[in-house]
Structure formats: C-alpha cells, structure tokens
C-alpha cells in the first residue's frame, strides 16, 4: 500500500474541510510528520450567527490517506 507524501495530506485535509465546514479558504500553518501519519494544523473561517470568525483546526491524517481524528478551537 502506497503511503502518503506530505503535501498529498495536506490536500486530503484541504479537500476534507472545504467539504466538512462548507467554505472555500483553509489555511495550513503546519505539517508535522509522525510515526502513524501527520498531523496537520491550520486555520479556516466559520460563519457563527452572521459573524465571521477565525476556528483552528487539527487533523490526524494516517500514512494511508484517510482522516483518523479532528479536533476545532475558535481564536
């Protein structure tokens, strides 16, 4: 099984939040290698009651590809 590059699971995340939260601009600050895959870290907007507002976002990525776990935190 071919295991992803760093830049492949970025655009897995990119690709995964563009569609999860619904917006076109998804920010990746950092890309940290780890045993079991990447963790990819990064800002996008969210729409809360009209507002716009800045959520961070950390998304466990496996060396196969697939989102394993997501955690969100408002600025």
């Known amino acids: 099984m071919p295991q992803v590059s760093k830049e492949s699971a970025s655009k897995v995340v990119v690709?995964?939040?563009k569609k999860e939260k619904n917006t076109d601009k998804v920010?990746?600050?950092m890309i940290e290698e780890k045993n079991d895959g990447f963790i990819i870290r990064g800002i996008t907007p969210i729409d809360l009651e009209?507002?716009?507002w800045a959520e961070r976002f950390t998304v466990h990525v496996d060396k196969k590809g697939k989102v394993?776990?997501?955690d969100y935190a408002l600025l």
Do not use: E, I, S
């Open 27 to 29: 920010d990746v600050a």
């Open 50 to 52: 009209g507002h716009t």
């Open 68 to 70: 394993k776990a997501t």
């Open 15 to 17: 690709n995964y939040l």
